[in-house]
């Protein structure tokens, strides 16, 4: 005699969740944990480093080591004195005039060295002896040529950023694919349509890379100009202050300049992720 089978609603097997959609739920709920601990972890790593320096500066002279809290008083100090104001405005029109000059020639160089093996030829070892060249050395020079006003201060700042924009630029033009060049061809794109809409696109994560190294490059080619040439702006801060032993307003204008730079990449990230979206996922971590 057979034995009636029970089959089971359809309602209740739908609702049984099969093993496809716990795989999906346990990838989405690891992806919501990394998340959270990407955004929290650099929080910690922070708080804990002031932590530490706060207890070890706490049992150091003053005058060697000042602690968190110290530095934040003389910020606070140098910013209501009215004495950071126009020093941090001098910083900022010293690298953004040395910068900016550096991303325009920068670029322009490097587009024409990655399109034409002449030009990359006839300036290769140029670039490659500049950037191998402590740039710092040249400072007495540029303050023969410039004086010690403004245009030296940009002069140094451009000097130190231009050489990593060129290379990178260079290596990112020079990698465009062959194919999409052949196509430009099809289409019967001009040699500066070429370049424009298809080299320096391709180019772009490489530029970015360069842009951000140059950033720091710059910052310090600032502050080193502002301190050897001017005695101005943070740099002028720094030297003043570090010759008084006063430590914590010393590093309150380092830490300000540090705070400069981090802003500036950020604000470059920024336009890299909202100006050339294509980029997402690139690596940017070349020379």
């Known amino acids: 005699m057979a034995h009636p089978t029970i089959e089971k609603p359809q309602a209740a097997a739908a609702a049984e969740p099969s093993s496809g959609d716990w795989e999906t739920a346990g990838k989405s709920g690891r992806g919501d944990l990394l998340r959270k601990v990407a955004v929290v972890l650099p929080i910690v790593s922070?708080?804990?480093?002031?932590?530490i320096w706060q207890v070890v500066g706490g049992h150091i002279d003053p005058?060697?080591?000042?602690t968190?809290?110290?530095?934040?008083?003389?910020?606070?100090?140098?910013?209501?004195?009215?004495?950071?104001?126009?020093?941090f405005a001098t910083a900022m029109g010293d690298l953004a005039t040395g910068y900016l000059l550096?991303?325009?020639?920068?670029?322009?160089?490097?587009?024409?060295?990655?399109?034409?093996?002449?030009?990359?030829?006839?300036?290769?070892?140029y670039v490659n002896f500049f950037q191998a060249t402590p740039l710092i050395a040249l400072v007495p020079l540029v303050?023969?040529?410039?004086?010690?006003?403004?245009?030296?201060?940009?002069?140094?700042?451009?000097?130190?950023?231009?050489?990593?924009?060129?290379?990178n630029t260079a290596t990112g033009v020079k990698e465009t694919p062959a194919s999409l060049i052949d196509v430009g061809r099809v289409y019967k794109f001009s040699r500066w349509r070429v370049i424009t809409g298809v080299s320096i696109p391709n180019a772009v994560p490489n530029i970015f890379a360069g842009l951000r190294i140059a950033l720091g490059k710059a910052l310090i080619g600032m502050v080193i100009a502002q301190m050897e040439i001017s005695v101005t702006g943070l740099g002028g801060l720094i030297?003043?202050?570090?010759?008084?032993?006063?430590?914590?307003?010393l590093l309150a204008a380092v830490c300000t300049a540090s705070l400069v730079g981090v802003i500036a990449a950020a604000i470059l990230e920024v336009i890299r992720r909202f100006a050339f979206p294509w980029t997402q996922g690139e690596d940017l971590g070349r020379w």
Do not use: C, H, Q
């Open 102 to 125: 550096a991303i325009v020639v920068g670029i322009a160089v490097g587009v024409l060295m990655g399109r034409s093996p002449i030009v990359e030829r006839i300036l290769n070892p």
């Open 68 to 87: 968190p809290v110290n530095v934040a008083k003389a910020f606070w100090d140098l910013l209501t004195s009215g004495e950071l104001g126009p020093a």
């Open 63 to 66: 005058i060697l080591l000042a």
């Open 143 to 167: 303050v023969i040529w410039f004086g010690v006003g403004f245009e030296a201060r940009v002069a140094v700042t451009f000097m130190l950023a231009l050489w990593s924009i060129i290379i």
């Open 239 to 249: 030297v003043n202050y570090g010759n008084a032993f006063k430590t914590a307003y």
């Open 46 to 51: 922070v708080v804990l480093f002031l932590l």
